[in-house]
């Protein structure tokens, strides 16, 4: 590549002369002596092995070289004027700190790890557990940096972009005895209270998690537990919550066997709120952890 041989601060004197008329104008307008601006112009035509303008009129008029030179020249300043836009909001582009919105059935384990991978690179990663609709909204307003929730089977507004990211198991738990025989069927699932950790089910999620006729929505994962340990009803959890290891709980054997259990993750965000290197950071530890 060959070497620049001309300034900017070249270029910005024979654009402004060229639009001021006078090297007069052209130094008040730059800010500069008289004296600069005309050899700043000197050096250029002296560079470029011909002259830009013709100094025997006043106003000074452009050389046939000198208005195809302005062309490009006004150009290139646009583009300077757009790096030193980029370049002065770089500080403050950077996150330093993000806020994730996740709900009850995302694993804590990735998310931990998570945090430790965005810690390494100096951002602090908040985690805030709520329900996917009050998500997608703090998302649209720009109060979180981006979600990680159940897929739903529907699209997300015009304003969100989405990534399958992982996947979580799911599981049926009860209190020991709840059912005495095992394995059990759809039908008597059906004829239990189903415990639901979620305070507004949407259909497609309804289509893939509700089971039971009959519903106690409690969103809060320690009373969830509580009840499923007193035999209030059972739950379709995550395999990842453990609950077998609660005392007085286990893992019940249904007649689905294992098909059908396995439920994907989404990422959810707002395109220009995260920088796209912190966005693929997130997205690839989030693939890499699930």
């Known amino acids: 590549m060959e070497l620049l041989r001309f300034t900017l601060a070249q270029i910005e004197a024979f654009a402004c002369v060229c639009e ?8 008040r307008k730059l800010n500069k002596d008289r004296t600069t601006v005309s050899e700043l112009l000197e050096y ?58 996740y709900d009850l059935f995302t694993p804590r384990a990735l998310l931990l790890r998570l945090a430790r991978q965005l810690e390494a690179q100096q951002i602090q990663l908040n985690m805030i557990a709520c329900e996917r609709a009050q998500a997608e909204c703090w998302l649209d307003e720009g109060s979180a940096d981006i979600g990680l929730f159940q897929a739903i089977n529907r699209s997300v507004n015009d304003h969100l972009h989405w990534r399958a990211v992982s996947s979580v198991s799911l599981a049926v738990y009860a209190q020991k005895g709840y059912f005495p025989k095992q394995p059990v069927s759809l039908l008597h ?20 998690l509700q089971i039971a006729d009959r519903l106690i929505n409690v969103n809060e994962i320690a009373l969830l537990k509580g009840l499923l340990q007193q035999g209030s009803g059972w739950a379709f959890l995550p395999e990842h919550f453990a609950a077998e290891r609660l005392n007085g709980v286990e893992r019940v054997d249904t007649e689905m066997g294992t098909r059908g259990l396995t439920h994907p ?14 966005l693929a950071l997130l997205l690839n530890a989030m693939e890499e952890e699930g």
Not at 189 to 204: K, V
């Open 265 to 278: 993750l989404v990422a959810l965000w707002k395109p220009g709120m995260i920088s796209a290197p912190v």
């Open 44 to 101: 250029l035509e002296l560079d470029l092995g011909y002259k830009l303008f013709d100094r025997a009129t006043r106003p000074l008029t452009l050389t046939p070289q000198g208005q195809l030179l302005y062309r490009q020249a006004r150009l290139f300043l646009h583009e300077a004027e757009a790096f030193s836009r980029v370049a002065k909001q770089i500080p403050d582009s950077i996150e330093t700190q993000l806020t994730l919105c």
């Open 189 to 208: 699932l059906a004829s239990q209270p189903q415990l639901m950790p979620f305070h507004d089910l949407s259909p497609s999620l309804a289509g893939r």
């Open 20 to 27: 001021s008329g006078t090297l007069t104008k052209a130094a």
